[in-house]
């Protein structure tokens, strides 16, 4: 059975710093690209970032260049997130999301944790 | 950015209903679209995938039809359990982008 399960969510002050970690089991982790999916309270879905199955492509959401940072070990079968000079715009629950692979083209989202809430406040 | 515009944004029907809900793109995306269904305080779960294929353990009461730029979730008899909000995304182009939500809600 495939599991995401994120940990590492919290209150944090505007300018802090937060790291998400996500731990996969259930299936072969370093075959599939990962993702980060958020969404504000009472809001839609929002793509964060994607991360290739080897770790060395990594694509973000504009609003998040330069202040999340994609990253996984394929040996311990995690993924994380470090975000960096939080806002209160970022506050979320933030998904740990698996990317289906058909053949040599990447597909859908297929199973999604249960989330990691993350509010910016002072 | 693709724009996906999910319409309406809510659908009041009963029990045993035909439930049709919309995903128009503002460029084509070919079938690279999918469906989600959420519950209030749960995951997104993956209903369709390739605008048209039903994920796995998904009753066929869900269908998903169109390609290039209009697409539909069509949920044939509505389940009490069916009652939820349901998301279009766009898996093609980045930035990856989801549609606004559809809220089908009992009347």
């Known amino acids: 059975e495939v599991q995401l399960l994120e940990s590492g969510g919290g209150l944090v002050q505007p300018g802090g710093s937060l790291r998400l970690s996500c731990a996969a089991s259930?299936?072969?982790?370093?075959?599939?690209?990962m993702n980060w999916v958020r969404q504000a309270p009472g809001k839609g879905l929002e793509w964060v970032s994607t991360?290739?199955?080897?770790?060395?492509?990594?694509y973000y959401a504009d609003s998040m260049k330069g202040r999340f940072t994609i990253s996984r070990d394929n040996s311990k079968n995690t993924l994380s997130l470090q975000m960096n000079s939080l806002r209160a715009e970022d506050t979320a629950v933030y998904y740990c999301?698996?990317?289906?692979?058909?053949?040599?083209?990447?597909?859908?989202?297929?199973?999604w944790g249960q989330g990691a809430p993350v509010t910016v406040s002072s | 950015e693709i724009v996906l515009t999910q319409s309406p944004a809510t659908l009041s029907l009963s029990p045993g209903e035909r439930a049709t809900l919309s995903c128009r793109a503002s460029?084509?995306?070919?079938?690279?679209l999918a469906w989600y269904q959420q519950k209030a305080g749960q995951a997104p779960r993956l209903l369709i995938g390739?605008?048209?294929n039903r994920a796995t353990g998904i009753p066929a009461r869900f269908s998903g039809g169109g390609s290039g730029t209009d697409f539909s979730l069509t949920i044939s008899s509505l389940e009490p359990e069916d009652f939820a909000v349901y998301y279009c995304?766009?898996?093609?182009?980045?930035?990856?982008?989801f549609g606004g939500g559809t809220k089908v809600e009992i009347k």
């Open positions: 460029q084509s995306v070919g079938t690279n």
């Open positions: 390739g605008a048209s």
């Open positions: 995304h766009q898996h093609i182009n980045w930035p990856l982008t």
């Open positions: 259930g299936f072969t982790f370093s075959s599939h690209p």
């Open positions: 999301v698996r990317r289906l692979v058909l053949g040599s083209r990447w597909g859908t989202f297929d199973y």
């Open positions: 991360i290739g199955e080897s770790g060395s492509d990594t």
